[in-house]
């Protein structure tokens, strides 16, 4: 059997906020780099000492943290919370601040913000160092796959004599996630529509490679109007299509002599 070994620890920021006589036995060279982590709140523990490496009560000051990305554009500020022991304060950085962010090496300053409005720096080592880095890792949580987007429309044929009555479809999309292992499925579309008055099909087809006799299912017909820009549509496995569903394509056709057209379909699953 093989064994995981857990910690449940502080990431623990070592802050000094005189330099001005500091034993060189005590020196801080370097502050360390932390790991932070996508999808989690990630909570960081401030440990603030003077030169003497003792800790300082610094209860009545606001303490704030400045998170920023690699281009030194701000992500996050956050004032810290003060703990009842002297000297130690927490700050956490919500998993909603980072949400839009690529995995990447984030920086951070720590400074006291005094009444008057000024900054004043909290330094991280004894080389007079203010600015500290976060290694922010995007692995650490599952996420959900990219949609599929569908936006190429191809006009096929004319329903009748009428010269408006045009009919589009799209090119196929495969629809078999990679590494999909569930056994129940939902299949998620959402239209993005321009003034478009028409008859919109979703067809969905369970061969492996789609050739000019596939055999196409409807899966649903409904119409939209010029008023409508967005359709959001749900379809659940075994109800409305197999499991084993490889392909998918959208179709329309026009209602009267109409321009509007479908921008593109995202496919969820």
């Not at 523990?45 to 610094?58: E, F, G, M, P, S």
């Not at 919500?94 to 004043?120: C, D, H, M, R, W």
């Not at 995007?138 to 009555?165: C, H, R």
């Not at 820009?229 to 409305?240: A, E, L, P």
Request: glycine share 4%; net charge negative.
């Amino acid at each position: 059997m093989q064994k995981i070994s857990s910690y449940l620890y502080p990431n623990r920021i070592l802050l000094t906020t005189d330099l001005a006589v500091h034993p060189t036995e005590y020196r801080i060279v370097y502050q360390r780099k932390f790991k932070i982590y996508k999808g989690l709140d990630n909570e960081l523990l401030l440990d603030i000492k003077n030169a003497d490496q003792k800790r300082i009560d610094v209860s009545n000051k606001t303490i704030k943290v400045v998170v920023m990305d690699e281009l030194q554009q701000e992500v996050y500020t956050s004032t810290v919370a003060h703990s009842t022991t002297p000297g130690l304060a927490t700050f956490t950085i919500p998993s909603t601040a980072l949400t839009t962010l690529a995995p990447q090496f984030l920086n951070y300053t720590i400074y006291v913000e005094n009444p008057n409005g000024s900054k004043t720096p909290v330094y991280g080592d004894t080389q007079f160092g203010v600015s500290g880095t976060f290694d922010f890792i995007g692995t650490a949580m599952p996420k959900a796959l990219e949609p599929i987007i569908i936006d190429t429309f191809n006009y096929s044929e004319d329903q009748t004599v009428n010269p408006w009555v045009r009919v589009y479809t799209s090119e196929a999309a495969e629809v078999n996630f990679p590494n999909d292992i569930s056994t129940v499925n939902t299949l998620s579309l959402e239209f993005w529509l321009d003034s478009l008055e028409a008859e919109i099909e979703v067809q969905l087809t369970e061969d492996v490679i789609v050739h000019a006799f596939t055999e196409w299912r409807t899966v649903e017909t409904f119409n939209v109007a010029t008023t409508t820009d967005r359709v959001s549509k749900v379809y659940n496995s075994i109800i409305d299509y197999s499991n084993n569903l490889g392909w998918l394509r959208i179709k329309y056709t026009h209602l009267n002599e109409n321009t509007g057209t479908v921008d593109k379909v995202l496919v969820r699953r």
